[in-house]
């Protein structure tokens, strides 16, 4: 598998997480927390994402930022897989939520901070897009901040899948953008001949 799939592989798993996460699937919870598995995964495989664009000084802040936002989400992922582990026991999600809450060292980076490194690291890797690739550039940076607004301020499902589908719509473009440049290159060379 070439690192442009598993990118895209990321992108398609990342998806279908916030397809569970805001409700437009059926809540599949058993065997396994299927959306938890998917965010974790698709995660994981968005890694991919820090060896397919150009190498320069914004590439490199741009790989440590996501690389820290992927360690984040296998953070929160276990985090919530334990509290799935609990099923319909509500005292004990709400005492780990407590307890999570109360305990800083494990609350901002790996619940509020360190999940958003992954889209802030993303979309600092648009940048390097911006002047030549300017939709696609600004599709992933606000949908990036987009996740994060519906998330922690509107709390909004859709709204978070929406900002998911153009975040990763944006990343997808900017993925496949040599080959759009070389074909529209082609079409250039066969209309002057």
């Given at each position: 598998m070439t690192t442009k799939q598993l990118c895209l592989l990321g992108l398609l798993f990342f998806l279908i997480s916030y397809l569970f996460f805001s409700k437009v699937l059926p809540d599949?919870?058993?065997?396994i927390d299927f959306a938890h598995w998917f965010n974790l995964i698709g995660a994981c495989f968005l890694l991919s994402f820090n060896d397919v664009f150009p190498k320069n000084k914004l590439n490199f802040i741009a790989s440590i930022v996501t690389a820290l936002g992927v360690i984040a989400h296998i953070g929160l992922c276990t985090i919530d897989f334990i509290m799935w582990s609990f099923g319909n026991n509500e005292a004990a999600k709400e005492a780990l939520s407590s307890q999570i809450s109360n305990t800083p060292s494990i609350l901002y980076p790996f619940v509020i901070i360190g999940p958003s490194l992954l889209f802030i690291g993303l979309?600092?890797?648009?940048?390097?897009?911006?002047?030549?690739?300017?939709?696609?550039?600004?599709?992933?940076i606000v949908g990036a901040?987009?996740?994060?607004?519906?998330?922690?301020?509107?709390?909004?499902g859709i709204y978070m899948l929406l900002s998911c589908v153009f975040f990763?719509?944006?990343?997808?473009?900017?993925?496949?953008?040599?080959?759009?440049?070389?074909?529209?290159?082609?079409?250039?060379?066969f209309t002057k001949l």
């Open positions: 599949f919870q058993i065997p979309a600092i890797h648009a940048l390097n897009f911006f002047k030549t690739n300017t939709i696609s550039a600004a599709m992933v901040v987009s996740i994060g607004f519906s998330f922690f301020i509107l709390k909004n990763v719509v944006g990343l997808g473009l900017l993925l496949y953008r040599t080959e759009i440049e070389k074909g529209d290159t082609k079409q250039k060379e």
